[in-house]
């Protein structure tokens, strides 16, 4: 979830999250995570009290004014699934390959960048 601010709308982060905010705590499924009252300022959703409750990782770029907020750990996995999102890039000779034409085998990903 990236944002512009430190705060957030409730439908917005439901939205991007699946979390939804109630009065018993941020919910998803049936799992509930109890939120304390600083969580809503202003009408908003804090990102730092919501990030640090739901075990998110949280990014803030000052210069530019963004916030991005990782997937939640609540429930003891970095990952919702193991499913690779849709990946199109230009194979060695300029063609457009697609991750999902691998469908059903063991694939290995290896990442380089000369930064």
């Not at 439908?11 to 009252?37: I, N, S, Y």
């Not at 990782?70 to 970095?78: E, L, N, Y």
């Not at 919702?80 to 063991?106: C, I, M, Q, T, Y």
């Amino acid at each position: 979830m990236l944002l512009t601010s430190t705060t957030t709308e409730p439908a917005a982060f439901e939205e991007a999250t699946g979390w939804a905010v109630k009065p018993e705590g941020a919910c998803r499924g049936e799992v509930c995570v109890p939120l304390p009252d600083e969580v809503r300022v202003d009408g908003g959703l804090d990102v730092a009290v919501l990030a640090e409750r739901l075990g998110m990782p949280v990014l803030r770029d000052e210069d530019h004014g963004v916030v991005a907020l990782g997937p939640s750990t609540v429930v003891g996995r970095a990952l919702e699934s193991a499913v690779a999102p849709e990946l199109e890039l230009p194979d060695a000779d300029g063609n457009p390959f697609r991750l999902s034409s691998l469908h059903g085998k063991k694939v290995l990903l290896v990442a380089w960048a000369s930064w």
